[in-house]
């Protein structure tokens, strides 16, 4: 290769970046700790980078910090960004602003609170454009009309009606998924080099969030712009990306094209992440045991169940049933009811008819109305960890309160406490912490330890892993199959199938209130019949076989292409 | 002085290693030098109050010399409008109107706190019922409605007591009954439900302990209104009556004066604003305070 | 949207016939003979039955009270025992009076609360946003008579001898000499506006925080574009609420000002009829005092909900 062809290469693959970080570390006032430190990144035309870390590992700061932009309190020390060869740090506001729109752009996680609520769909869109396009004062009508031409032609772009009516309207009166490609109407509408995605399809469901990244990997090919797509889901990434980069406590600790950092992983905390996404396992299901002629009769049955608000009927046909010892996933996306359900079997719901027997005795609507041993033998462990302790009570007496009042007063209070935190996975001496002193998955054993405490015979878990990091959900997963392992019966509620696929025996799929599959996992992942079910499987993100070698670390590695499928 | 109160038992007791558990709420507020200020202020104001009639060169209602004269001798701030010593009167006149203001601040926020956590927690027609009564009662200002009813049965200090604690309890409840709101919403209150712990223990040992911090605030906000308004009633001539030393009798007994004798009325009116400024420094710093703490409970 | 309103309306309707039932037992049908009560011990029993017979107190308490609220609605609210005219002609003038110094004060009061509560949120934590929050503090602690002395202290009779302490007009003519209208409308404008300054603050300060705030400035819109077209007006909202009450409460916080600048108005009819025991007098005023604050809040809650987009529009 000549000089010449080198600087000529050199020149085509710098005609080619459109962002270039170098060095960029920012740091957080008053304490001076580094949010991200020296990152350097580059992104070609048409490309996504998918910029992947669990919380607190800096990523939307970063994301943030490339439209020039810092949160309250933080700020760029060192490092530059270059935007199409432009530098963007160092400017001043009013030349930051020109680029912002038209050199960069943003799509926000929740466009349901970024759209502004007072503003005409119209008027954000226009503004947008207006002054992307540098400010310029219109000329007459003509520019009005080009305004009002782009701005109709970006919404068909995204696939949205582009009429005078739907100008005019409220982001209130847009579903989810239609706020979201307004959002992403908004950011292409200038023309940007570059362009920031903040996990854009957090709250949407795995259907919409199909569409929604189908919508912006058109979008960034046929506009050429280059795409930095943050996220905490891997499966999401590696389906979309043409780069990764996985960030960790503000650094980026691996970095390079996604089919190579999928299949090779470098880092330790990349593999780790990697092991920890619940994979949608489609085979290998262990058969059903055959159904025995004499079978017991199952430890929960649940038929014919009837559920509302008021006169809204939100449940209707229910059958389910749990066996001693087995688990059953309740799967469902927000609004299917699943929640409803999970809590009527606890009494927390109380509207509710039909048949729900509980070892061989209906449970009543009202938890206040069940005799103390059928409380202590149903347990429920709730989704949000950060609200389900009691900030005041010390974890000792938080594990301690639903066996003094369901058992009685314990002779030996510390065997109890200390048994429940060992089976959760925790150090008695967290008994005498406070909420407060506990991290997110910490809290969500203490749940658990709670719950297992009074030693029931089924445990609902509501959603209980979705307010956590992937790495932690890896650990409660392993700890509830644990628990399972003992004897004791789950009835897991979850939103995400490839966490049904890993840990149940028998799903349930719930839509719209009703029933729509039932049966053994394995029957259900591999040969699904009702269409709701198959949608679901092929529009739920993953990576495929190459990492499902990583998840079992014992066979050999097979590092094929992993390319997500389009 | 840091030294004496910073092992904390918790701290102690915790393992090693584990974090620290965020500070107390009177703690957290003292950070701020507002609540410094304020606690200063209302100390001073409450020392005057607590220790003037054991000090007081003369009784309130002595008369000692010519009325209305900024200086006579023996007095230090001279006489009122009718020959009494204005030191004496006002070292003997708070006393009184700290402690009905108190009393009707701490009656009011009880029933307030009662009423607001059973409205919240019970929801339902208990609900509508307590909060809809609630709103007939907040369309009167506080002011006019202890007016409306002495105006007949006329000043009494218990009638003030329970007139402005009563209309404090209507504004206490919906405050009470809006933290309760927050709290109820939050899985550790369902978690109690699911295990059937009876319900006044739920409202008790679960939510009350959830939101002191909101009604501390509301404490402090109430003693700040009620020396105001109780002030403010013995200045129109309906609280407390002659020949009772009372700070805002003062003002009312002696404005007429003020060019001639300003020491009548820039002394009670100075004690009344120093305290209400105080004690609402207070509440600001523990309202500050609350909102760093409360943020426990929510998510993240 | 026209159904909340109407909602609203019916609910305001139902709350002002129960505190108009408040105002008639705390008045006239308390234990006791009211009439005695009035009169004291040394009337003669003819004065009684007169003044029995005047207050209907014969009837039965629900004709009673019948008869005084017919007597609301026909501007009809009986004579005034202290000067015999009747109550309407006698108030007439003192509310036109009291109203002037309560319009002055909201229109002096409210836009200076919202522009300074909007400038400190702007100014978050910078000198001016600390001397802001500090003043309104203070000045939200003091009692407004207590207000009202200081500024006297300050500007007639101690400090400064600029403005006169009383007020010397007549009911009829308030606005004859507006000089004498300057400390009551100050008093009141600074009694009323912490809260809503501290609102405004507050509010503005979230909405600036919000992502959509956010989102418009990645937008690469001038300052001025996100504060004014995408901050203030959605900060607006939950203030009017707060604006509302602290008007409703200038109705009330009315009586003790006027007291202290003898002032013409219906607060110092109100604290005057108290000391002769005037009870069609003290009837008239606190119900018309309740009745400006229940109209104020409901004219604020549907204000609020005109202005809302979420309820202006999905509820066509």
């Known amino acids: 290769m000549t000089i010449q062809d080198t600087a000529q290469h050199n020149a085509e693959e710098e005609e080619r970046t459109a962002l270039r970080v170098d060095g960029l570390t920012v740091i957080g006032r008053p304490s001076d700790v580094e949010i991200i430190s020296d990152i350097s990144l580059q992104v070609r035309r048409g490309d996504i980078l998918g910029l992947v870390g669990e919380s607190g590992s800096g990523k939307t700061t970063l994301g943030l910090a490339l439209l020039a932009h810092c949160k309250r309190a933080t700020e760029v020390t060192s490092g530059g960004i270059t935007l199409s060869g432009e530098p963007l740090l160092g400017r001043s506001d009013a030349d930051v602003r020109a680029m912002r729109g038209r050199a960069v752009a943003y799509i926000p996680q929740s466009p349901a609170s970024a759209l502004n609520p007072a503003l005409r769909l119209g008027t954000q869109l226009r503004e947008a454009l207006h002054d992307a396009t540098g400010g310029a004062e219109p000329e007459g009508a003509t520019a009005v009309s080009d305004t009002d031409a782009r701005v109709r032609e970006v919404l068909r772009e995204v696939a949205l009606p582009e009429d005078d009516k739907f100008l005019r309207r409220y982001p209130h009166q847009l579903s989810g998924g239609q706020q979201q490609r307004v959002a992403i109407a908004m950011a292409f509408i200038a023309f940007p080099d570059l362009i920031v995605m903040d996990e854009p399809t957090t709250g949407l469901d795995v259907t919409t969030q199909a569409h929604v990244l189908q919508t912006i990997r058109r979008m960034t090919r046929e506009y050429g712009t280059a795409g930095v797509y943050i996220s905490h889901d891997m499966a999401v990434v590696a389906d979309l990306a043409d780069d990764l980069a996985v960030m960790y406590k503000g650094d980026v600790v691996e970095h390079g094209p996604a089919a190579r950092v999928l299949a090779d992983p470098q880092h330790p905390y990349t593999m780790q992440l990697l092991r920890a996404v619940p994979l949608l396992k489609t085979e290998g299901h262990a058969d059903p045991a055959e159904a025995a002629e004499d079978a017991p009769a199952p430890l929960l049955r649940v038929r014919g169940l009837r559920a509302g608000y008021g006169s809204t009927t939100v449940l209707s046909g229910i059958d389910i049933d749990v066996d001693r010892g087995e688990c059953v996933a309740l799967l469902g996306e927000s609004g299917s009811g699943k929640t409803t359900l999970s809590r009527s079997l606890v009494g927390l719901h109380h509207q509710f008819s039909g048949e729900a027997v509980f070892d061989g005795e209906q449970l009543t609507t009202s938890s206040y109305r069940r005799t103390a041993e059928q409380r202590r033998r149903v347990q429920y462990v709730f989704q949000n960890p950060y609200e389900a302790l009691n900030p005041r009570k010390r974890v000792r007496d938080l594990i301690l309160a639903p066996y003094t009042h369901l058992v009685g007063k314990p002779a030996a209070p510390d065997g109890i406490v200390d048994n429940a935190l060992e089976r959760a996975a925790l150090p008695a001496s967290y008994g005498n912490r406070y909420p407060d002193q506990l991290s997110g998955g910490e809290r969500q054993r203490v749940s658990i330890a709670r719950a297992i405490a009074t030693t029931p015979d089924l445990l609902i878990c509501d959603e209980i892993t979705s307010a956590l990091d992937v790495s932690v959900q890896a650990e409660i997963v392993e700890l509830l199959r644990n628990l399972q392992r003992d004897g004791m019966a789950l009835l897991f509620v979850t939103h995400n199938i490839a966490l049904v696929s890993n840990i149940a025996q028998r799903v349930a799929v719930l839509n719209k209130g009703e029933i729509v599959e039932y049966g053994d996992v394995g029957t259900v992942m591999s040969s699904p019949t009702h269409s709701y079910t198959q949608a679901l499987i092929a529009d739920t993100p993953d990576f495929e076989l190459s990492v499902g070698e990583v998840q079992q670390p014992e066979s050999p590695s097979a590092g094929t292409s992993a390319a997500g499928r389009d | 002085m840091s030294t004496a109160t910073a092992p904390a038992p918790e701290a102690a007791a915790a393992a090693p290693g584990s974090p620290q558990r965020r500070e107390g709420l009177f703690r957290a507020a003292w950070r701020h030098g507002r609540t410094k200020v304020g606690v200063t202020l209302v100390g001073v104001i409450v020392l005057i109050a607590v220790i003037g009639p054991f000090v007081s060169p003369y009784s309130p209602t002595e008369l000692v010399g010519i009325p209305n004269r900024a200086s006579v001798d023996g007095t230090v701030f001279g006489t009122d409008g009718i020959g009494r010593d204005v030191l004496s009167r006002f070292l003997h006149g708070g006393y009184t109107l700290i402690s009905i203001a108190v009393s009707a601040a701490l009656g009011g926020v009880l029933l307030g706190t009662v009423l607001g956590v059973i409205a919240g927690y019970q929801r339902g027609w208990l609900d509508e019922a307590i909060m809809r009564v609630n709103d007939m009662a907040l369309a009167f200002p506080q002011l006019v409605l202890a007016l409306l009813v002495m105006s007949i049965i006329g000043p009494q200090v218990w009638l003030i007591v329970a007139l402005i604690g009563v209309s404090h309890a209507c504004r206490v409840a919906r405050v009470a009954r809006e933290a309760t709101l927050k709290v109820v919403e939050q899985d550790f209150v369902k978690s109690a439900e699911a295990i059937g712990l009876p319900r006044w223990r739920i409202m008790t040992a679960e939510i009350l302990p959830n939101i002191t911090s909101p009604l501390l605030v509301e404490l402090g906000l109430r003693i700040t209104y009620s020396v105001g308004l109780i002030a403010t009633l013995s200045f129109l001539g309906m609280g407390l009556q002659p020949p009772t030393a009372d700070w805002g009798l003062m003002i009312n007994e002696n404005r007429i004066a003020v060019t001639v004798q300003p020491w009548s009325v820039v002394l009670p009116v100075a004690a009344v604003a120093l305290l209400t400024i105080g004690a609402n420094l207070i509440t600001d710093g523990l309202s500050r305070a609350s909102i760093g703490i409360d943020r426990g409970v929510e998510k993240q | ?316």
């Open chain 3, 1 to 316: 949207m026209s159904r909340l309103i109407l909602y609203r309306l019916g609910y305001g309707l139902l709350t002002l016939f129960v505190v108009s039932l408040v105002v008639f037992l705390a008045t006239q049908a308390l234990p006791g003979d009211a009439a005695r009560a009035i009169l004291g011990r040394d009337a003669t029993a003819e004065r009684v039955a007169v003044l029995r017979d005047q207050l209907n107190l014969n009837d039965p308490l629900a004709l009673q009270y019948g008869k005084w609220v017919a007597g609301v609605f026909t501007l009809d609210l009986g004579d005034s025992f202290a000067n015999a005219r009747p109550v309407a002609e006698y108030l007439g003038p003192r509310v036109a009076g009291s109203l002037t110094l309560l319009g002055l004060s909201a229109l002096l009061a409210t836009p200076i609360a919202l522009l300074l509560g909007a400038l400190s949120a702007i100014r978050r934590d910078r000198a001016a946003d600390h001397a802001t929050s500090m003043v309104s503090l203070v000045l939200a602690s003091l009692p407004e008579f207590a207000v009202g002395i200081l500024l006297i202290l300050a500007l007639s009779t101690g400090w400064l001898h600029l403005l006169p302490p009383v007020f010397a007009g007549t009911a009829s003519a308030v606005l004859a000499d507006p000089v004498q209208l300057i400390l009551p409308v100050l008093t009141l404008a600074i009694a009323v506006s912490p809260p809503i300054v501290r609102m405004m603050r507050a509010s503005m300060i979230e909405v600036l925080e919000s992502e959509y705030v956010q989102q418009a400035r990645l937008k690469g819109l001038s300052e001025r574009v996100v504060i004014w077209r995408h901050a203030a007006p959605n900060a607006i909202g939950p203030v009017a609420q707060v604006i509302a009450v602290q008007l409703g409460w200038l109705a009330g916080g009315v009586v003790a000002v006027e007291f202290l600048f003898a002032f013409p108005g219906i607060g110092l009819a109100l604290m005057d009829a108290i000391s002769t025991r005037d009870i069609p007098v003290i009837q008239a005023i606190t119900l018309l005092i309740a009745a400006v604050y229940i109209v104020v809040n409901l004219l604020a809650d549907v204000v609020g909900l005109a202005a809302n987009p979420k309820v202006r529009v999905s509820a066509r």
